[in-house]
């Protein structure tokens, strides 16, 4: 069972990036998928989590309006970034969680993938 993240990069303030996450080894389409980043220092914070059938989204404050969360019929996962800022830099996790509803909490989710670095300059 493995999730694969990747996409993230150097950007430029006001910038987009748009990050995927793989799924392999078992069939994630009835788990709830979410992101969270983690900034040194800092805990790790959610982002952005969709249902399992991408009918609901839910995003934390500091990225509504500016990410979008979606998936695919390939239990790929997306998160579209834009007008990144400088307090968006982290390392990005994509996580899968067999619960029915979204939650906002790290420590409910039951896969989680590597991480990619997103590091925004001022």
Not at 15 to 38: I, K
Not at 63 to 73: A, H, L, N, Q
């Amino acid at each position: 069972v493995q999730l694969q993240a990747f996409g993230g990069g150097l950007v430029q303030a006001g910038g987009s990036l748009r990050l995927s996450c793989a799924a392999s080894g078992r069939t994630f389409s009835h788990y709830v998928m979410g992101w969270f980043r983690q900034a040194p220092g800092k805990e790790r914070e959610f982002v952005a989590g969709i249902n399992w059938n991408g009918g609901r989204t839910f995003y934390g404050d500091s990225v509504k309006g500016r990410f979008t969360i979606f998936r695919d019929i390939k239990n790929n996962v997306f998160l579209e970034m834009k007008s990144l800022r400088p307090e968006d830099t982290g390392v990005y996790y994509c996580a899968a969680d067999a619960a029915g509803s979204v939650s906002r909490s790290w420590n409910t989710y039951d896969y989680w993938g590597q991480g990619t670095q997103v590091t925004v300059s001022s």
